[in-house]
């Protein structure tokens, strides 16, 4: 059964930054791409970030929303996943799933495998 689990969430002022984290257990992830997407109301879901395997380098790739402030990291050490979101604004406010794709990801809901249950970000203005 993979699981997998965010944190960091909050209500954070707009500029100010987060770092979002998701344990995954249950299955080996070090192989797997890892990415964020999120979902803000009356919105689709939409990715944020990735990031691939061991066996691919660790590649990141971004939405462009969010380059060059957002991070995506992994500890595979941990089976974690991390992303460090620096300058936030009102519209990065939104729910964020973390999700596992074992056939090498993708910026489309479907090419993930499993999802978490979402944490919620909140930007005051």
């Known amino acids: 059964q993979v699981q997998l689990v965010e944190s960091g969430g909050g209500l954070v002022q707009a500029g100010g930054s987060l770092r979002l984290s998701c344990a995954a257990s249950?299955?080996?992830?070090?192989?797997?791409?890892m990415g964020w997407f999120r979902q803000a109301p009356g919105k689709e879901r939409e990715f944020v970030a990735a990031?691939?395997?061991?066996?691919?380098?660790?590649?990141?790739s971004y939405a462009d929303s969010v380059k060059g402030r957002f991070t995506i990291s992994r500890d595979n050490t941990k089976n974690t996943v991390y992303l460090q979101m620096n300058s936030l604004e009102p519209e990065d406010a939104a729910v964020y799933y973390c999700?596992?794709?074992?056939?090498?990801?993708?910026?489309?809901?479907?090419?993930?495998?499993?999802w978490g249950q979402g944490t919620q970000v909140t930007i005051s203005s």
């Open positions: 990031i691939s395997g061991s066996g691919s380098g660790g590649i990141t």
């Open positions: 249950g299955r080996t992830f070090s192989r797997a791409t």
């Open positions: 999700a596992v794709s074992y056939s090498g990801g993708g910026v489309r809901l479907h090419d993930y495998n499993y």
